[in-house]
């Protein structure tokens, strides 16, 4: 009884049905998984979730409370939180920025007929201009690595601000100019934080808050973009694209090889190197059918808007897929991947696979990638998943039932292009946006809301993504997604034009049906989300508008990582409203929830909102755009 109670518990923690059945077949194997370990941490510590517990010198922990109201240094709850603050959101911007540094790195090795070749010249000269670098006359790989330089820069240049941030509207940056968070070099950025949340540096919840924003836009409008601007031009602009998702998309015959983590780097290689003559015919000399791979997490997400490649799952289904006992290799790279892998593994045959110098993990078979020598390392670790094909338990393999079709792969372009008929389109005019600006404008579509993000075991996993969006595409918002929210949606036939009808409400299931999109569109990964800031910077550009005029709004209903919580923030000082299904640990600073929550907007025109109830959530949402249209068609 007290089992079934068990198993019970940790089944409602997601409303995932693939996942409900890998829960009960990891109890019957004796495997730990998440769900198990959530049911030991009943209570967690309230000092951490209120955000006031300090460790930043050897004199504490230090931890606030009616009975102790500071540190031993002194610092408050206010500077307390206000310092945690800052440091999530220096680590969630060093974690996309270091991602972003190694795509420029790899821009730098191209060459003709390389492991990494350029695939969007056209992008890529475009991009130049934009960062100063005349392409006139250039061989385009001359260009590229010029380019390469230029972006490298950005990380570490000892004067001015952002290049890219001149995508924004003019009214924008003038906004950041004056609040004084224009983000210098990345890096820079992310070490002042480090530097004045030391112990004995800054004591200030403004100036804290006020560098958690700027470092948080350096994340946005440099790292994230570049990122994405760079995977583009290196592994091609994606363009839709049908897929699958959820763990039935792993095949029982074929030789099952999951990729995990983030930068298209490494993932691009397997692709590659998988789809090699010598491979496949190595598979089928071990007695698989073929290769399939598949996606967990972010690297899902790259993979699959550039090439279809399946979605096996989200952050929360990790250690699932590997109980399935069908996977020969997890590979990963880094983010979001959790230690526990090494262990699961150990209950099956699956090679757990790191490759990053910056995510080693115990227990795991370390198999260091590295860009120069790519399709030979991609080949190796290919080889070592495909020989270990024999040692697959049948007695052990339970594929789960259920996968979902899904349309993905809307880069900037394609969303613009599908709503003017045309796919591919060069987004350069009024006339290029007008479809989207006039939807938006008659109210046919309400507004167009963000809803990205992880999966918080602090939430059942998926519930808040799932009742978010339905809710906001049954009211007619067209709702865009990245990262896990994406997979969520992707699962649940959320991101088929066919379901518009079923799911959408009839202004938008009509623009669905007319020009070809799903309800919930697919924008990439977690870098992803400077795509958002790139369409509404096109858009308010068009209009003569800020961002903040803008029906659009942010919603992270499960965050969990300290990059979403830098997005979140970028989010906010872009100028878009940001919706949280999840409180972040400031709660024990009612200085620090009141500017975050409110005040912070009279600087930037945006500020946080949090709900914990995903229904009342999407109520907020509504409500929150419902508020800023009449304004919008004002100035429309
Ligand atoms: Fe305690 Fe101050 Fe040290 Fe933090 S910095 S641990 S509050 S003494
Ligand atoms: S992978 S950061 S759990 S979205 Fe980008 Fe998913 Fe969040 Fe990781």
Redesign the pocket.
Known sequence: MEKNNILEQMQNMTIDLNSKALIEKAEKDGVETMYKRKLGYKVQCGFGLQGVC?????????RISAKTP??????DEH??VGRNYARMCAGGAAAHSDHARDITHTLGLTTPGGAYQVAEPEKLKEFAQFMGVDPEGKDIYELAHEVSEVCLMEFGKPHGVSKLLARAPKVRQDIWKEYGIEPRAIDREIATVMHSTH??CCADIDALVHMAFRCSMADGWAGSMIGTMLSDILFGTPKPVHTEANLNVLDGNNVNIILHGHEPTLSEMIVLASELPEMQDLAKEVGADGITLSGICCTGNELTMRHGIKIAGDFHQQELAIITGAVEAMIVDVQCIFPALAEVATHYHTKFITTSPKAQITGSTYMEFHEETALEDAKTIVREAILNFKNRDASKVMVPELKSEAMVGYAEEAIVGQLNNVVNTQIDDMNTLKPLIDVLASGVIRGVVGVVGCNNARTPSNYNHLTIMKELIKNDYLVVTTGCGASAAAKNGLMLKENAAKYAGKGLATVCQLVDIPPVIHLGSCVDNSRILNICSLVANALDMDIADLPVAGCAPEWMSEKAIAIGTYVVGSGIETFLGVMPPVTGSSRAVEILCGSIKDKVGACFHVNEDAEALAQDIMACIEAKRPHFEELY
């Open positions: 300090c460790r930043n010198c050897g004199m504490g922990p230090c500071r540190g031993l240094c002194g610092a500077t307390i112990i004995g």
